[in-house]
């Protein structure tokens, strides 16, 4: 009986210091806060908002002429035959939906442009917080960038991974 209380003891600290030990060490991260303050981040902004403008600056010239199209034509219906004004009409919306057009094309191929410069950033933060927490021992990060979750306490990785990225 003695020797399977001893067994019995030895049986509940053997238990007891495994599940210490499986105790995995967690940190948080607010990565929307890290990607911002990467250089790479600020240089794809410029890049999109340089894409951005020439898209606008074309459709803008785009709607000029339509405008000066549309007036002149406006000023010459009363001189027109029933039949010039309708293909004129016609010809007005042809060039307005060209225009809407041209505003949805711009757009998806912004989305289109920026889902290519960001997707390099994303994996370059991701490496670097991988990198860290391995070199710290982390078994788990969690994004502490996303509203619903309250980090309370816990290893905060955005200074150790600024530092391995060269960020100030």
Do not use: C, W
Not at 9 to 27: D, E, P, R
Not at 86 to 91: G, M, V
């Amino acid at each position: 009986m003695k020797n399977l209380k001893t067994l019995l003891l030895i049986a509940v600290l053997t238990l007891g210091f495994n599940t210490v030990q499986a105790q995995s060490k967690i940190a948080h991260i607010n990565l929307q806060e890290l990607i911002e303050s990467m250089p790479e981040t600020t240089k794809m902004k410029e890049a999109l908002n340089m894409l951005g403008k020439t898209y606008s600056d074309d459709i803008k010239a785009s709607a000029e002429a339509f405008k000066s199209k549309q007036l002149k034509f406006q000023n010459e219906a009363g001189t027109q035959t029933p039949e010039e004004n309708e293909r004129r009409e016609l010809e007005l919306k042809q060039d307005a939906n060209k225009i809407q057009l041209s505003e949805r094309v711009a757009q998806d191929e912004l989305g289109k442009k920026n889902q290519e410069l960001v997707k390099p950033i994303i994996d370059k933060a991701d490496a670097a917080v991988k990198a860290v927490a391995k070199a710290q021992g982390i078994d788990y990060v969690i994004d502490s960038s996303i509203p619903t979750f309250i980090v309370t306490t816990g290893t905060d990785l955005l200074p150790l991974v600024k530092t391995h990225l060269g960020i100030k």
